[in-house]
C-alpha cells in the first residue's frame, strides 16, 4: 500500500513521487523500467525476496521519483530497530558492552537507512535523468526528514557508495550529512586463463600455502550445484546460522526462504558451491552470476571443523577457480576477511555511507563519533605475484 502522512510534500524543482511500504503494492514493469539488465539488486523480484525473508526490518519505503510525469529515479529505504552492537567494531564492542552493564537499554536506536537490507556493496539510488541529480538527492532528503518527523528516527544512514559514486552523492552533505568511511570492499580481478595459471603465477611462499590448503580437498566432496538442482534445506541454514552469528559485523537476520528463493529463482543465474565429508554438509557459499562476474552472497560452513579441511578457504579457492573456468572477469568478494583476501590478489575497493544525526546538539560531533565506531581497515599491502 502507499505509505501515509506523505501526500503534502513538495519536493524540488518540477519533482514529483510515489511512496509505498510493500514492494507488492507496485506494479512490477513500472518499478523494474530504467533498471539494468544485471542490476539484480534493484530488481523487483530480488526486493521482493528480501522484503519477505530479512528478520528485522521494521518497515519500508520504495520510492518512485517522476519530473513532469517521467520516471527520474528509483530510492529503497527500511527502518529498523538497531542494535548498534552489531554494526560496530570489536574494539568498540567492548566499549559498548561496558555502558550495557549501566545501562541495560543503551544503544539501541531507531534508525533509517538509505540502502538495501543486505550486506552488499550496493547504494539504494538508481537516477535514470542525471541532469536531475542534484533536485533528486535534495528531494530524497526532504522525504527522509520527513520519516525521521512521523517515526521519530534518531540515525539516518545513506549507505555502500563507491569512490566513483561519490562524484554524484556528495552534494547531500549540504543537508547536513557527514560522510565517514564504511567496511572496505574486495575485488578479485582475473587475469588468468585457468586456475592452474593462476596458481603457478604465486611466489612461492604464497603457492606453498595454497596448495597445502588444496591438499585437504582429496578428503572433501566438492561440487557445485546449478538453479535447478539447488536444495537449501535445514543443514544449510544452521551452517549459515553458524557464520552469522560469530561475524563482527551484524546488519540483517536472514530467514531460510531468502536462500531458496534466491537460488531458486529464474530471474537470476545462480550457483552453489557445497562441500562435504563422507556426505555430511560441512560447507556452502551461494553466487550469483552476471555476465563478466560472479557475486558470492552469504557463506556457511561447520566451525569446529573448519581449520582441520580449511573449509572457508576452500570454498573460496573454488569460487575462483570456477569464475576463471567460465571466463568471468571480476569475482566481488565482499567485505570482512580482508587480510585472507588480499593475500590471495584481491584489490581493496572504498566504501563510503553517510549519516545524519537528527539531535541538532550531538549532529556537530558525528564524523568524530563514528570515526571510532567504524574505523578504517588496515591497507594490507602484499606481493604475492611473481614479477
Known amino acids: 500500500m502507499k505509505s501515509d502522512n506523505m501526500v ?7 519533482l514529483s513521487f510515489e511512496i509505498f511500504n510493500s514492494i507488492d503494492s507496485i506494479d512490477k514493469n513500472k518499478w523494474d523500467s530504467g533498471i539494468e539488465k544485471d542490476d539484480f539488486y534493484m530488481k523487483y523480484d530480488f526486493l521482493k525476496i528480501t522484503e519477505k525473508s530479512v528478520l528485522n526490518v521494521h518497515s519500508y519505503y520504495y520510492i518512485i521519483i517522476f519530473d513532469k510525469g517521467d520516471k527520474v ?11 548498534l552492537l552489531n554494526l560496530v ?25 538509505c540502502g538495501l ?10 537516477i535514470f535523468d542525471k541532469k536531475c541529480t542534484r533536485d533528486i538527492l535534495y528531494s530524497i532528503d526532504t522525504i527522509i526528514k520527513n520519516i525521521i518527523k512521523n517515526k521519530k528516527i534518531k540515525i539516518t544512514f545513506l549507505k555502500d557508495f563507491t569512490d566513483d559514486e561519490l562524484e554524484w552523492i556528495k552534494c547531500i552533505e549540504n543537508k547536513s550529512y557527514k560522510l565517514i568511511s564504511g567496511l572496505p570492499s574486495n575485488d578479485f580481478t582475473i587475469k588468468w586463463n585457468s586456475f592452474d595459471e593462476y596458481v603457478r603465477s604465486l611466489r612461492g611462499k604464497y603457492r606453498s600455502s595454497l596448495r597445502k590448503v588444496l591438499e585437504k580437498r582429496d578428503k572433501l566432496e566438492i561440487s557445485v550445484l546449478e538453479n535447478n538442482d539447488i536444495v537449501f534445506d535445514d543443514n544449510f541454514y544452521n551452517l549459515y546460522e553458524q557464520v552469522n552469528g560469530s561475524s563482527e559485523f551484524q546488519l540483517e537476520k536472514l530467514s531460510s526462504d531468502f536462500f531458496r528463493k534466491v537460488l531458486s529463482s529464474n530471474s537470476f543465474s545462480a550457483k552453489l558451491i557445497t562441500i562435504k565429508r563422507e ?12 555476465r563478466d562476474k560472479f557475486v558470492p552472497l552469504f557463506i556457511g560452513y561447520e566451525k569446529i571443523v573448519n581449520n582441520k579441511y580449511d573449509i572457508y578457504f576452500n570454498l573460496v579457492y573454488k569460487i575462483l577457480e570456477v569464475a576463471m573456468h567460465e571466463k568471468k572477469k571480476i569475482v566481488k568478494c565482499g567485505q570482512t576477511a580482508d587480510f585472507f ?10 566504501v563510503w555511507w553517510f549519516i545524519y544525526v537528527t539531535s541538532p546538539i550531538i549532529r556537530p560531533f558525528t564524523r568524530k563519533i563514528f570515526s571510532k565506531l567504524f574505523p578504517p581497515i588496515p591497507d594490507y599491502k602484499f606481493e604475492i605475484f611473481e614479477k
Open 73 to 83: 529515479a528509483n530510492v529503497v529505504l527500511f527502518s529498523i530497530k538497531l542494535d
Open 279 to 290: 556426505n555430511i554438509l560441512l560447507g556452502h557459499i551461494s553466487i550469483v552470476e552476471l
Open 8 to 14: 503534502n510534500i513538495e519536493l524540488y524543482g518540477n
Open 89 to 113: 567494531s570489536n574494539s568498540a564492542k567492548g566499549i559498548i558492552s561496558k555502558i550495557r552493564k549501566i545501562w541495560k537499554n543503551s544503544f539501541f536506536i531507531n534508525t533509517l537507512f
Open 341 to 350: 583476501k588480499r593475500k590471495i590478489g584481491c584489490t581493496p575497493v572504498n
Open 117 to 126: 537490507p543486505v550486506s552488499i556493496v550496493d547504494n539504494s539510488i538508481r
